[in-house]
């Protein structure tokens, strides 16, 4: 399977620590994109990241990317309840650009 | 700035029945369109994309379809549903160009075919 693998399945954390999660993945990409879904809603875009960047940025949230490793992690600092909700990556592999790859996604609860 | 509407939000169907889930974009030309089944817990499954009107590309051979009768509707449909076809139903698009670039999400549809 060229599927995108979240770990952990399941993170559970205090309000204000940080939130690591991790995807890897199988073969060459050409971006990788890291999605959040609140319960029972539709996902939310959060950061493409491209094959020839290393590290992004979006206000609390910083992916890194490691090709030679095929995996990317999604760093949540100061996390807050709102941050709840489950993370998805998916890619898309070089060669191959008629759909993205989703992985089963990590299950992210921040307790206050 | 473009939005994405599903409807209905919730449906709850006999097995055999028909369905039909609508989805619309509003801002935005030509988008690339796209149907997903997220079943509890899981991942997204890509039932269909498409990157213009009447063109429709599937993914998974099942007992769906989708049409695409205007430049920013698009149709999940089918004629007999099945148990398995129970699911969370989403609709997304994303700019026209590469099918694997940024995509945008409706609310989604919570189907139980009972």
């Known amino acids: 399977s060229q599927q995108g693998e979240e770990d952990p399945q399941a993170l559970s954390i205090q309000e204000g620590e940080n939130a690591t999660m991790n995807c890897s993945y199988k073969?060459?990409?050409?971006?990788l994109q890291w999605y959040r879904q609140n319960s029972g809603r539709g996902l939310v875009h959060l950061i493409l990241i491209r094959s020839n960047e290393r590290e992004k940025h979006s206000g609390r949230l910083r992916v890194t990317l490691d090709t030679s490793k095929k995996s990317s992690s999604l760093l949540i600092t100061a996390s807050r309840a709102a941050d709840t909700a489950s993370y998805f990556c998916a890619t898309d592999y070089a060669g191959n650009n008629r759909k993205l790859i989703w992985g089963l996604g990590t299950s992210l609860a921040v307790n206050p | 700035s473009q939005t994405i509407h599903q409807w209905p939000a919730t449906l709850v169907q006999p097995v055999g029945s028909p369905l039909s889930l609508e989805c619309t974009v509003e801002g935005t030309s030509n988008p690339n369109l796209y149907w997903y089944r997220q079943a509890a817990g899981r991942g997204l499954q890509l039932l269909f994309y498409?990157?213009?009107?009447?063109?429709i590309s599937s993914e998974v051979p099942q007992n769906l379809s989708a049409s695409r009768p205007q430049d920013r509707q698009f149709i999940l449909s089918s004629k007999k549903l099945l148990l398995s076809d129970s699911g969370f139903y989403l609709c997304?698009?994303?700019?026209?160009?590469?099918?694997?670039?940024?995509?945008?999400f409706g609310p989604g549809t919570r189907l139980t075919v009972l």
């Open positions: 997304a698009w994303s700019p026209s160009g590469l099918v694997t670039d940024t995509q945008y």
């Open positions: 498409s990157v213009g009107i009447g063109q």
């Open positions: 073969t060459s990409i050409n971006n």
